[in-house]
């Protein structure tokens, strides 16, 4: 069985910086895209950053953009979000996620994205 496993979140002071990864454990697991989303208390699950092997496209939710970045390497189906200048309001769970289907248009809904990671918490103090 497949497995996403998560590393990286911690507490950080606002403005500091967190770096999360994301590895597949168990049997091949190929994917076309992974990506990372969070969920915060009462709130419903979100987009954060997706990379797309193919072409290597990246994709960005607007209230990251310009301070998180997502990285990683198909042949290890890693992928890494590199967080700076962090908010209070980015405090979260965050999930890694896999697609295993080919999609023309962005990776940038839940829906697009079957593996899961189980998630690592991300608190940032005020």
């Known amino acids: 069985q497949v497995q996403l496993i998560e590393s990286g979140g911690g507490l950080v002071q606002a403005g500091g910086s967190l770096r999360l990864s994301c590895a597949a454990s168990?049997?091949?697991?190929?994917?076309?895209?992974m990506g990372w989303f969070r969920q915060a208390p009462g709130k419903e699950r979100e987009f954060v950053a997706a990379i797309a092997w193919s072409g290597g496209r990246i994709y960005y939710a607007e209230s990251v953009k310009g301070r998180f970045t997502i990285s990683g390497e198909d042949a290890k189906n890693t992928v890494l979000l590199q967080m700076n200048s962090l908010k209070p309001e980015d405090t979260a769970v965050y999930y890694c996620a896999g697609a295993r289907r080919y999609y023309f248009g962005a990776y940038d809904s839940a829906g697009k994205f079957e593996s899961w990671g189980q998630g690592t918490q991300v608190t940032v103090s005020s």
């Open positions: 168990g049997r091949t697991f190929s994917s076309y895209a």
